[in-house]
């Protein structure tokens, strides 16, 4: 009885134990490891935030052994492959390629099935040095033309090299794409081009395992070619040296008429009225002001022309099947960022009295490459594509404004000066170098329009929310012939900013923000505000 008694007592001991509230005891081996997973992803975001040449080695080995932590709680759950390819390319970060190799090959073995099977076979294949053997394809050929530029889009069926070469009598450019085969229905195939800057497109197999694409051009001064991902194409931008006139309606060739690839929907700036059958705003007579310097004092060529301002292009981003980022409960960054876009139409159109052309007016998708095109091909002044921005981390916070810049080094450019004193270039080239001091000008005045809007934004959200004016090389900026900026106008990703996002009465004050940016930037052009606009100063 006794025996039984002290064994009743040690089960009954066992259980309360067994019943402890405490987190790590209760939890399931699954919910262990989503939330290793998550402080590891949350140590990576903070090594990210830190600048490149203060992450130190270490910082890097602690993310990683965090990562393993899922790992080995239990080898079975979807985030140990995950957690993995995080380590494998973090190992690489760090240029150690030897333990990159180990964890992708531990991958492929113990978790055959992966989603990231094919993404780790590429990885590992490139590491070990080994060159890829699959063959793709070059799948449709579609281009737009502008008065001064002509966009090309080389559709892909996956990740391809290319090369850009010239030719003479006749001049033409040519990429050849490879490893790769010609999709079938592209045999043969060329298009006529009504632009006086490239007459047709050509495309065949050049060899066994390369594609060449063909530009017969007449009047080109440079040609700028680059790869996309998420689909892969190859974007080719055929720019000219001066205005041009030129049919404005974007042209989309299907691979065969048969079974025909999908063109791009035209962008909603397509279908507005040229600016001829705009309603013009009348202006009050006032006196004519020079325009202001750039905020580092500069007068850029654009001031010192007293150029002004006849139209916007509001570009919404995203749109369609690409829905951007998504708050924590629901609301879809495109839906967001398009609403704000139309209060931001209105304001200008009213309140400045100019021109206004919208990417998209309603729920389409655009491609990216075709957002700048819209903008060049309607002879835009500004180009502002408005996004809200997101962080694993919920907490963050806060709007920050892009311009696209590759070079702005004032070093590189005092070389460049002096490295430029033994040119053997002629005066009749002065319309190339011309258009290259142009390029620089639109860096200039972006980077100028990006601090009106970012002012704007930080001046009615308040301080501790400013993220700064940065530069980047956004896709959707590329191409863009006139001052460009991109402004992250929240991070949706936050909870209490997100619940503000979805009151009507914010949006339209982060659209007031944005249009007080806009007329900031206008009024440091000098002479160029409409009577409207004076009227509410």
């Known amino acids: ?66 990562y393993q932590r899922v790992y080995l709680i239990t080898p079975h759950t979807g985030y140990a492959d995950n957690a993995l390819m995080a380590m494998a390319r973090l190992y690489e970060e760090i240029k150690d390629s030897r333990a990159a190799i180990r964890t992708l090959s531990f991958l492929l073995r113990e978790y055959p099935g992966s989603p990231f099977r094919d993404a780790a076979e590429k990885d590992l294949a490139r590491l070990q040095g080994v060159p890829d053997r699959k063959t793709l394809s070059v799948d449709n050929i579609r281009f737009w ?15 391809i090299q290319f090369k850009q070469g010239e030719a003479k009598s006749p001049d033409r450019i040519f990429l050849d794409i490879g490893p790769a085969r010609l999709n079938s229905m592209l045999l043969g195939k060329q298009w006529q081009v009504n632009s006086p800057l490239l007459q047709q497109i050509r495309v065949g197999q050049y060899d066994g395992t390369t594609v060449r694409v063909v530009l017969d051009v007449v009047a080109v ?21 001066g205005a041009a006139t030129t049919s404005t309606t974007p042209v989309s060739t299907a691979a065969a008429a048969a079974t025909p690839v999908p063109a791009p929907k035209p962008a909603a700036a397509d279908a507005r009225p040229p600016v001829e059958a705009t309603k013009p705003v009348e202006t009050a007579a006032r006196p004519v002001t020079p325009a202001k310097p750039t905020g580092d004092g500069n007068r850029s060529l654009i001031r010192a022309l007293g150029l002004k301002l006849s139209r916007v292009v509001i570009d919404a981003g995203h749109g369609g099947h690409d829905t951007g980022s998504i708050g924590p409960t629901g ?19 009213t309140e400045i009295g100019t021109d206004v052309v919208m990417t998209r007016t309603d729920d389409s998708f655009i491609p990216l490459e075709t957002r700048t095109a819209a903008a060049n091909r309607n002879a835009a002044d500004l180009f502002i594509s408005i996004h809200a ?35 053997e270039h002629t005066i009749h080239e002065l319309q190339d170098i011309a258009r290259k001091i142009m390029l620089r000008e639109k860096v200039d005045e972006s980077r100028e329009l990006a601090n009106h809007i970012q002012k704007a934004l930080v001046g009615n959200r308040g301080a501790s929310y400013n993220r700064g004016v940065k530069q980047a090389p956004f896709v959707v900026l590329i191409g863009a012939n006139m001052p460009s900026v991109l402004a992250e106008i929240s991070f949706i990703s936050n909870p209490d900013e997100e619940k503000r996002l979805k009151a009507p009465e914010y949006r339209q004050q982060i659209a007031q923000s944005l249009f007080d940016g806009v007329r900031s930037y206008v009024e440091s052009l000098g002479g160029s505000i409409t009577a409207k606009a004076q009227d509410k100063n």
């Not at 033309?145 to 990740?159: F, K, Y």
């Not at 609301?331 to 159109?349: C, G, M, N, P, Y």
């Not at 962080?391 to 000066?417: H, I, Q, Y």
Request: proline residues 3%; charged residues 30%.
């Open 221 to 241: 001064t440079k040609v700028n070619s680059f790869i996309l991902r998420d689909p892969d194409r190859l974007v080719v931008d055929v720019l000219g040296s």
């Open 389 to 423: 921005n997101s962080s694993r981390v919920r907490n963050v916070r806060g709007v920050e404004t892009f311009f696209l810049n590759f070079t702005t080094s004032k070093e590189a450019l005092e070389v460049a000066s002096r490295e430029n004193a033994a040119s």
């Open 145 to 159: 033309d502008a008065p001064d530029s002509v966009r090309i889009v080389v559709d892909l069926s996956g990740e």
């Open 1 to 66: 009885m006794t025996k039984n008694i002290a064994v009743f007592i040690i089960t009954a001991l066992f259980v309360l134990t067994l019943a402890i509230p405490v987190a790590s005891a209760q939890a399931t081996p699954i919910q262990k490891a989503a939330r290793a997973f998550n402080n590891a992803e949350q140590l990576e975001s903070e090594l990210n935030e830190k600048p490149v040449a203060d992450r130190k080695r270490n910082d890097y080995v602690r993310v990683i052994e965090a």
């Open 331 to 349: 609301l879809s960054e495109k839906d967001l960022v398009l609403d704000i876009a139309q209060r931001l139409e209105k304001l200008i159109e």
